[in-house]
């Protein structure tokens, strides 16, 4: 009989603190209403899929690094610090680039790319100079067609490990 209205009153709390949150007026205050800047173009490779944010100059500035899906290659635009960039730099990758990320994976404390490629079976690694240029890529397997990488420590040692899902393609 305790369980039961310790559940019941487990439950109370959890609507009444729900309701409390969701409020209108628990929402609006204090809470400036957002506002962007006007959209601006930049120009990278053809079919540009995915992104990710680093600074790879280290000048303080967050530059860009996008994945081209329809080509060998991605695109790094360095940021000027102002909402702007650089004209792009395209370094080769497998074919079908559609994910990058950025981690430090040699442990040099220069931002790397990791980028998963369709219609390849490795991830490609791109080691940063530091400077916002990249070395040329250096593949490892990862499976059928890598469509999406993450950087994490998944195995609690300190240290940046990727993961990658893969298509598996099955055919009647």
């Not at 994976?105 to 240029?133: C, I, Q, R």
């Not at 059928?144 to 040692?157: L, Q, R």
């Not at 490990?161 to 393609?169: G, P, Y």
Request: contains cysteine; glycine residues 12%.
């Amino acid at each position: 009989m305790k369980s039961f209205i310790l559940q019941r009153l487990v439950l109370l709390s959890v609507i009444l603190l729900r309701r409390s949150f969701l409020s209108d007026s628990a929402l609006a205050q204090g809470c400036p209403a957002p506002s962007f800047a006007a959209a601006r173009t930049f120009d990278t490779g053809p079919g540009a899929w995915s992104l990710a944010v680093g600074d790879f100059n280290r000048d303080g500035h967050a530059d860009l690094a996008v994945a081209n899906r329809g080509s060998k290659n991605i695109s790094v635009l360095l940021g000027n610090g102002d909402g702007t960039f650089q004209a792009a730099v395209n370094y080769s990758t497998a074919t079908n680039p559609v994910s990058v990320v950025v981690g430090d994976f040699n442990g040099d404390f220069k931002p790397d790319l990791a980028v998963g490629s369709l219609g390849s079976t490795n991830v490609a690694v791109l080691l940063g100079n530091g400077d916002g240029t990249f070395q040329s890529a250096v593949s490892y397997p990862a499976g059928t067609s890598p469509n999406s990488v993450a950087v994490g420590d998944f195995n609690g040692d300190g240290k940046p490990d990727l993961w990658s899902t893969v298509v598996e393609s099955q055919f009647c």
